[in-house]
């Protein structure tokens, strides 16, 4: 809290206008820019430049009332960020640390005051109420250990007497119905939206019982002209629940002086817009009925305030170190996470940001998918990613895939997984990104025509193993079902949570597998008809087909917990083999709309962080369509089994299935047998017939007690 003299001196002063001042805000890459500014293009030159700040009147109670600059700050003419007031100012950069200390900081106050007041007497303030929330910034950088001091000034002019109060503020519900305050907030956005813009400084209001009206300060006298009452409003950063924020100060002096000899009581709404965990709320504004003060004399500019107080309450400058972090590198880890720290003061205040940064990501493939869910979980601040792949860069790749480059192609192309960990590291140098150029054995593939393939195959299928136990959450983006297989029955037999994402010509699939929780050899299954909950995969894509049956399906189980829930797989009935055997090139390759890999790399890395979210992570239970209205389970919303997309019809479905007692990768059968034979259990399977894991997990038996039932419905038609 901060006033002028006159205000502190007040003798009641519950009844005299406070205002809570600025409290500056400058990040990392604000001092990064100055850097290069002064190094590049300031040089030696200490004349005034213009910089760019900006507030945002949603912040939760408690927190200062802060101006912000960020690295754009010397973008003058850039963008400002959505729901944030622009605030310009004027940067003196000194060359010295002396010439720091002894610029006079009055005389470039009163300058700065001066140009307020004379655009108030000229009317350019109605036009452009931005100039009355102009500050200073006074600054010397040291670049050998880059220490950084900095004296901010917020210019404020005040009145000879306080600001007396007509009443204690109110919070709009006290003053305004409902349907007032969402039509208030209707003409918020509305005036909003004429202006071009997401946040208005300053703004006129009248309003009846049924109807709110909003119109800029330019507008007074046309839009106050039958009016028997005055409000005013301001875009107010401050979050203090009996006091307005500074930038209210300089507007009741520009009321003052325009229509002070006609305006005695004026209204003021305080308007504070909140968003909490998705939910947007401006019940927290204030109203204040406030007397204005004679206004002072026009030939003489009124007295200022403004300079920023230090940490100690003093006033003083501020001095930051930052040798530790003006390493690009660093600044680039502190910019990524500070993208994610808004998500949470603004949005979500209970997201578990640690849990996802430190999460380890296993990405089975480095194609079209694997590409799109390592950018996405960049986005999301993850760390640790690591690429298993065995292909090469071809020149069909880099306009699908974002990671590699017409460059990679050449001379053969270079491996995937190498090239992507280069771009990863090109990207965010801070990611701890590594490459395994390694083939998956799979089912229908067989290994054992000499024993240096069999001895390569074993090792495959160690690093494999070794790879899955050191990592948190694996990723399946192959090209074909049957390399699905093998880290399935792993990960499975490890309790590690599996995102799968496969594609179609138009239509895709990304789910999370089952996540068991009791040892091989113990059934988590559901009843045997949990087969039909899902649709089979096509064998000539790794997309499963039918989805319409999934659909269908999706309503069929409700309140599946994790456990329980199935795997790529389970909605099969026949063992995985080779897809790509007497294919064309259109049935080898997956054949898809552009835009489709991006879409599903996304949801499979959104699933994923949802699945963190939860309370109970991969053994959450699963949301389905049905749950779309009900509250969701996590501060991000819903932790679904599977997505279901259609881009012909731009529509999700969200089907839930549980685990099949005979699936071909993650039934008790399955896991028992790799556990206790290992290597052994799985050659047979490369080098048997799809007939072996059928007749291991029964499926051969219900196939045939399937076509005995049919003959005897047949044999029962005949006799009919």
């Given at each position: 809290?901060?006033?002028?003299?006159?205000?502190?001196?007040?003798?009641?002063?519950?009844?005299?206008?406070?205002?809570?001042?600025?409290?500056?805000?400058?990040?990392?890459?604000?001092?990064?820019?100055?850097?290069?500014?002064?190094?590049?293009?300031?040089?030696?030159?200490?004349?005034?430049?213009?910089?760019?700040?900006?507030?945002?009147?949603?912040?939760?109670?408690?927190?200062?009332?802060?101006?912000?600059?960020?690295?754009?700050?010397?973008?003058?003419?850039?963008?400002?960020?959505?729901?944030?007031?622009?605030?310009?100012?004027?940067?003196?950069?000194?060359?010295?640390?002396?010439?720091?200390?002894?610029?006079?900081?009055?005389?470039?106050?009163?300058?700065?005051?001066?140009?307020?007041?004379?655009?108030?007497?000229?009317?350019?303030?109605?036009?452009?109420?931005?100039?009355?929330?102009?500050?200073?910034?006074?600054?010397?950088?040291?670049?050998?250990?880059?220490?950084?001091?900095?004296?901010?000034?917020?210019?404020?002019?005040?009145?000879?007497?306080?600001?007396?109060?007509?009443?204690?503020?109110?919070?709009?519900?006290?003053?305004?119905?409902?349907?007032?305050?969402?039509?208030?907030?209707?003409?918020?956005?509305?005036?909003?939206?004429?202006?071009?813009?997401?946040?208005?400084?300053?703004?006129?209001?009248?309003?009846?019982?049924?109807?709110?009206?909003?119109?800029?300060?330019?507008?007074?006298?046309?839009?106050?002209?039958?009016?028997?009452?005055?409000?005013?409003?301001?875009?107010?950063?401050?979050?203090?629940?009996?006091?307005?924020?500074?930038?209210?100060?300089?507007?009741?002096?520009?009321?003052?002086?325009?229509w002070?000899?006609?305006?005695?009581v004026?209204?003021?709404l305080?308007?504070?817009?909140?968003?909490?965990?998705?939910?947007?709320?401006?019940?927290?504004?204030?109203i204040?009925?406030?007397?204005?003060?004679?206004?002072?004399?026009?030939?003489?500019?009124?007295?200022?305030?403004g300079?920023?107080?230090?940490?100690?309450?003093?006033?003083g400058?501020?001095?930051?170190n930052?040798?530790?972090?003006?390493?690009?590198?660093?600044?680039?880890?502190?910019?990524?996470?500070?993208?994610?720290?808004?998500?949470r003061?603004?949005?979500?205040?209970?997201?578990d940001?640690?849990?996802?940064?430190?999460t380890?990501?296993?990405?089975?493939?480095?194609?079209?998918?694997?590409?799109?869910?390592?950018?996405?979980?960049?986005?999301?601040?993850?760390?640790?990613?690591?690429?298993?792949?065995?292909?090469?860069?071809?020149?069909?790749?880099?306009?699908?895939?974002?990671?590699?480059?017409?460059?990679?192609?050449?001379?053969?192309?270079?491996?995937?997984?190498?090239?992507?960990?280069?771009?990863?590291?090109?990207?965010?140098?801070?990611?701890?990104?590594?490459?395994?150029?390694?083939?998956?054995?799979?089912?229908?593939?067989?290994?054992?025509?000499?024993?240096?393939?069999l001895?390569?195959?074993?090792r495959?299928?160690?690093?494999?193993?070794?790879?899955?136990?050191?990592?948190?959450?694996?990723?399946?983006?192959?090209?074909?079902?049957?390399?699905?297989?093998?880290?399935?029955?792993?990960?499975?037999?490890?309790?590690?949570?599996?995102i799968?994402?496969?594609?179609?010509?138009?239509?895709?699939?990304?789910?999370?597998?089952?996540?068991?929780?009791?040892?091989?050899?113990?059934?988590?299954?559901?009843?045997?008809?949990?087969?039909?909950?899902?649709?089979?995969?096509?064998?000539?894509?790794?997309?499963?087909?039918?989805?319409?049956?999934?659909?269908?399906?999706?309503?069929?189980?409700?309140?599946?917990?994790?456990?329980?829930?199935?795997?790529?797989?389970?909605?099969?009935?026949?063992?995985?083999?080779?897809?790509?055997?007497?294919?064309?090139?259109?049935?080898?390759?997956?054949?898809?709309?552009?835009?489709?890999?991006?879409?599903?790399?996304?949801?499979?890395?959104e699933?994923?962080?949802?699945?963190?979210?939860?309370?109970?992570?991969?053994?959450?239970?699963?949301?389905?369509?049905?749950?779309?209205?009900?509250?969701p389970?996590?501060?991000?919303?819903?932790?679904?089994?599977?997505?279901?997309?259609?881009?012909?019809?731009?529509?999700?479905?969200?089907?839930?299935?549980?685990?099949?007692?005979?699936?071909?990768?993650?039934?008790?059968?399955v896991?028992?047998?790799?556990?206790?034979?290992?290597f052994?259990f799985?050659?047979?399977?490369?080098?048997?017939?799809?007939?072996?894991?059928?007749?291991?997990?029964?499926?051969?038996?219900?196939?045939?007690?399937?076509?005995a039932?049919?003959?005897?419905?047949?044999?029962?038609?005949?006799?009919?």
């Open positions: 809290m901060a006033s002028d003299t006159s205000e502190a001196a007040s003798s009641t002063p519950d009844l005299k206008l406070q205002f809570a001042p600025f409290s500056s805000a400058l990040e990392a890459g604000f001092w990064h820019q100055l850097t290069q500014k002064k190094l590049n293009d300031y040089r030696l030159d200490e004349s005034p430049k213009c910089i760019k700040g900006y507030y945002y009147n949603g912040d939760p109670l408690g927190l200062p009332t802060r101006l912000t600059l960020e690295f754009s700050a010397f973008e003058v003419d850039g963008a400002t960020p959505v729901r944030c007031c622009p605030a310009f100012g004027t940067l003196y950069n000194t060359n010295t640390l002396d010439a720091f200390k002894t610029t006079d900081k009055k005389a470039l106050l009163d300058k700065e005051a001066k140009e307020i007041w004379d655009a108030i007497k000229s009317g350019a303030a109605l036009k452009d109420p931005s100039v009355l929330c102009r500050f200073i910034l006074l600054t010397f950088a040291d670049l050998k250990k880059y220490h950084f001091y900095y004296w901010f000034c917020f210019p404020a002019l005040g009145f000879s007497e306080g600001i007396k109060l007509l009443r204690q503020p109110s919070v709009l519900e006290q003053v305004f119905s409902a349907k007032q305050i969402s039509a208030m907030q209707q003409a918020y956005d509305d005036l909003c939206a004429s202006r071009g813009t997401t946040a208005v400084p300053y703004f006129l209001m009248k309003y009846a019982d049924d109807a709110v009206e909003m119109a800029p300060l330019s507008d007074w006298d046309a839009f106050f002209k039958d009016a028997k009452k005055v409000t005013v409003g301001v875009y107010d950063p401050c979050t203090l629940s009996q006091h307005p924020g500074w930038p209210l100060r300089n507007l009741l002096l520009l009321l003052s002086h325009r002070g000899s006609k305006l005695d004026v209204e003021v305080c308007f504070r817009d909140r968003t909490l965990q998705g939910s947007r709320s401006i019940q927290h504004s204030l204040f009925q406030i007397k204005l003060p004679e206004p002072p004399p026009a030939s003489a500019c009124p007295k200022s305030v300079w920023e107080k230090n940490p100690k309450g003093a006033m400058p501020r001095m930051v930052l040798s530790e972090c003006m390493d690009p590198k660093r600044l680039a880890e502190s910019s990524v996470d500070l993208n994610l720290k808004l998500m003061w603004r949005l979500v205040p209970s997201l940001l640690e849990k996802v940064v430190n380890k990501c296993l990405l089975l493939g480095a194609g079209t998918l694997g590409c799109n869910v390592a950018r996405t979980l960049m986005g999301w601040g993850v760390r640790h990613i690591t690429f298993v792949d065995n292909a090469k860069i071809s020149y069909s790749n880099p306009v699908r895939q974002p990671l590699y480059e017409f460059e990679d192609c050449l001379g053969g192309g270079k491996s995937k997984a190498l090239a992507a960990v280069e771009r990863l590291a090109k990207i965010f140098p801070g990611v701890n990104a590594q490459g395994h150029n390694m083939s998956i054995p799979m089912p229908g593939h067989p290994v054992s025509f000499s024993q240096a393939t001895s390569q195959a074993q495959d299928v160690e690093q494999l193993e070794k790879l899955i136990s050191e990592h948190d959450v694996v990723f399946l983006l192959m090209d074909t079902r049957e390399s699905r297989w093998l880290p399935t029955v792993i990960a499975a037999s490890k309790r590690k949570l599996v799968n994402a496969a594609l179609g010509f138009d239509t895709f699939v990304v789910m999370r597998h089952g996540l068991k929780n009791s040892p091989a050899g113990q059934s988590v299954a559901a009843g045997p008809d949990s087969s039909s909950s899902c649709s089979s995969a096509s064998s000539s894509s790794s997309t499963p087909a039918g989805s319409a049956l999934s659909a269908q399906g999706s309503s069929l189980f409700s309140n599946i917990p994790g456990h329980k829930l199935g795997c790529y797989f389970c909605n099969d009935v026949v063992a995985p083999g080779d897809s790509t055997r007497d294919r064309t090139l259109d049935q080898q390759c997956t054949v898809s709309r552009p835009g489709l890999a991006m879409i599903a790399g996304a949801l499979a890395v699933i994923m962080v949802s699945v963190l979210q939860h309370s109970e992570g991969g053994y959450a239970v699963a949301s389905s369509s049905d749950d779309r209205m009900n509250e389970p996590t501060s991000l919303g819903l932790v679904p089994h599977q997505i279901r997309g259609f881009l012909s019809r731009f529509d999700n479905v969200l089907p839930a299935s549980l685990a099949f007692d005979k699936c071909t990768a993650c039934s008790p059968i896991l028992e047998h790799y556990e206790k034979e290992g052994n799985l050659s047979k399977v490369f080098n048997s017939s799809h007939s072996f894991l059928e007749d291991l997990t029964g499926l051969t038996l219900l196939h045939q007690e399937t076509q039932a049919e003959i005897w419905d047949m044999s029962d038609d005949e006799s009919i």
